[in-house]
């Protein structure tokens, strides 16, 4: 059976276990390193990445998450996760932070605002539309979100989106107390991308009740002799663990 791991250091682990509940795949916190073992597949949730990268370097995870990384198995980064695991991270705080890397691609940390500016807006997906069906709709959600501003040549673009009036107009980025430069001149940014075994979105699909990210993120695999990672549609049930203790689906925006 297929395990996912989800890394439960900080921000939205509980949501994206909840997601892997209702779609019938067993998720597993990962905390430690040694737990990246027993998994197939790793999520790395949104949250702050500066907070989630000082807390990887106590529990001294990153020489596990690159080798998770680096062994070909599927790993999803949504919102910080993405900041994580790019190879490349602007807007940063001072003094910088850790980053994971592999996605070869460049992300502007805070690129639409403060969480003020946290919006949701319709994306198109066609790719997620013609591998899980479904509307070629999908209802982004940006909470402090990144973007992606390049990518390399083996990323294959899933989404992008315009740039929304509020923060082309904000051409000032606030953090950590200081105003920074942040000359907003595309009409578009890219927003979800895949390369090889990795995804990344920047914004929430755990916050929502569409629940193909994730669908397609377990069809994701290391190469044609894998087969692909198994689900099986639990949607609106709550569940038992292998403990027999019972998880209630968290609420989601409809
Ligand atoms: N919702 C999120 O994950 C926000 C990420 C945030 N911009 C960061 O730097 O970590």
Redo the contacts with the bound molecule.
């Keep these: 059976m297929t395990t996912v791991g989800v890394l439960a250091l900080q ?1 939205s682990f509980n949501e994206h276990m909840a997601a892997l509940r209702r779609i019938g795949v067993k998720g597993v916190e990962i905390r430690k390193a040694e737990q990246l073992q027993a998994v197939d597949a790793l999520i790395i949730p ?5 907070t ?1 990268a000082k807390l990887a370097h106590c529990h001294n995870l990153f020489p596990a998450l690159r080798e998770f990384v680096s062994t070909g198995k599927p790993v999803w980064g ?4 993405l ?1 994580f695991l790019a190879n490349k991270a602007i807007g940063q705080k001072s003094g910088g932070q850790e980053l994971i890397g592999g996605l070869d691609c460049i992300v502007n ?2 690129f639409f605002g403060s969480q003020l500016q946290s919006f949701e807006t319709e994306l198109s997906v066609p790719k997620l539309a013609e591998e899980e069906g479904g509307p070629n709709g999908f209802r982004g959600v940006f ?4 973007a992606i501003l390049e990518v390399g040549p083996d990323v294959e673009i899933l989404a992008d989106c315009p740039v929304p009036l509020e923060t082309k107009k904000n051409i000032m980025s606030v953090d950590n107390g200081q105003e920074e430069e942040m000359l907003v001149s595309c009409e578009r940014v890219i927003v979800a991308v895949r390369q090889g075994n990795l995804l990344g979105t920047a914004f ?1 699909p755990e916050l929502t009740s569409d629940l193909r990210w994730h669908s397609f993120f377990l069809k994701m695999k290391k190469d044609s002799s894998d087969r692909s990672l198994q689900c099986v549609p639990t949607l609106g049930t709550d569940l038992e663990d292998s403990r027999g203790k019972r998880h209630f689906n968290l609420p989601i925006y409809e």
Excluded at 143 to 146: N, Q
């Design positions: 921000g949104g949250g702050e990445s500066t989630m949504t919102c910080a996760g900041i940390r805070n909470i402090r979100a990144p929430h």
